[in-house]
């Protein structure tokens, strides 16, 4: 490794969606690290090695974030973004399935001009001392806790997904300059962020107790239906707290299409805390139902965020391609643009043969 000053790596660069960025050397990437192979607590995994010296374009700046595992409350991350379509393949995390998109520091990235332009090289300032960094095999290592809890066999594995807490800070729902961030970043537009709000006011009307929720919720569903919208995302589930939920196995695999089934549909799977066989139907799948969409993978086994044990499903579910979280109905942690897959059971879908994927995923995503 060549290490490099601290003080020639800028860590922070400003950056907005769709600007064009090169990721640094991982020479350069190494000497930002500490032994541990992170900074600002943020990890730098193995599996994002296989991109340095590459171009990509910012999908999203990540200046904020949720962290469900520990609470509902959004998270502050300071200069940081996710590039377009890269996500952790698990590989150096015993196979996690979960398929998170990657933070990146800015420390780890150089800007460019477009997609076939170079980075200016950084040159070393004279008379600095050189920077510790890390090693290539320290980061390795660094995917496992050094301290195990006592009586724990298996691993715990360390990702970023689990080191979010550490990474980040507080970040309440009412600071209005996060909301300014979100559009001056180019993350969302105007009308994404209207429409958020003007649905959680809508959904709060609903719950005030006046009477008037159902009324709400059916003028709701009939004005989306009218204009070929989402119905209203907060139903109860139709079967009883404690009852056994259905099953549907299809053996769906890898690159098959299959259509969501109708949200009323699914509402018959579920129980009255919105899950079958203990997978929650969140409010951020409605959007997709009836949509047709690719199979992205079979999931499972995904690391625990908040124990970095792994988990190992009983029944599988599946990830579909570009069906992930919005965070348009969120309240603490609205618009977050970390994107998680979301998980479908197979009796929430269907076999589609021949079909081609529908737009209605990048209608929602719009």
């Not at 974030?65 to 590039?83: E, K, M, Y």
């Not at 008379?127 to 390795?140: R, T, W």
């Not at 907060?234 to 009852?243: L, Q, V």
Request: net charge positive.
């Amino acid at each position: 490794m060549s290490p490099m000053t601290e003080s020639s790596i800028p860590h922070r660069l400003s950056l907005c969606a769709d600007d064009w960025v090169q990721v640094r050397s991982k020479e350069e990437i190494l000497s930002t690290l500490d032994q541990n192979g992170r900074l600002e607590q943020m990890p730098f995994m193995p599996e994002m090695f296989q991109f340095c010296g590459k171009t990509f374009r910012v999908g999203k700046r990540a200046h904020k974030t949720c962290d469900p595992v520990n609470g509902l409350q959004s998270r502050r991350l300071p200069d940081a973004v996710h590039l377009e379509g890269l996500r952790c393949d698990g590989s150096a995390h015993a196979g996690c399935q979960a398929g998170c998109l990657i933070f990146w520091k800015e420390a780890w990235l150089k800007s460019v001009d477009g997609p076939g332009a170079s980075a200016s090289p950084v040159t070393k300032p004279a008379n600095q001392p050189q920077a510790k960094g890390c090693s290539e095999g320290e980061v390795l290592r660094g995917t496992i806790a050094v301290e195990q809890p006592v009586g724990v066999e298996e691993p715990i594995y360390v990702c970023q997904a689990t080191q979010v807490a550490a990474a980040t800070t507080p970040l309440p729902w009412y600071d209005v300059k996060q909301y300014i961030e979100d559009y001056r970043s180019g993350n969302v537009t105007i009308f994404q962020m209207v429409s958020a709000w003007v649905f959680w006011t809508y959904h709060n009307l609903c719950g005030v107790g006046l009477g008037l929720g159902s009324a709400m919720r059916w003028a709701y569903d009939a004005c989306m239906k009218a204009v070929g919208g989402s119905p209203y995302p907060w139903r109860i589930g139709r079967i009883p707290k404690g009852s056994r939920t259905p099953a549907c196995k299809l053996d769906v695999q890898e690159g098959e299409t299959v259509r969501i089934k109708d949200y009323q549909e699914i509402l018959e799977t579920l129980d009255e805390d919105w899950k079958n066989r203990g997978l929650y139907f969140d409010a951020e799948m409605v959007p997709y139902t009836n949509g047709t969409y690719k199979v992205l993978k079979r999931v499972n086994r995904i690391i625990d965020e908040k124990t970095g044990k792994m988990l190992n499903f009983k029944n599988e579910c599946l990830i579909l391609d570009e069906v992930v979280c919005q965070a348009r109905y969120a309240k603490c942690r609205k618009l977050c643009p970390r994107a998680y897959y979301l998980y479908w059971r197979e009796i929430w879908v269907e076999k589609v043969s021949g079909a081609k994927d529908s737009t209605k995923g990048k209608q929602a995503q719009a």
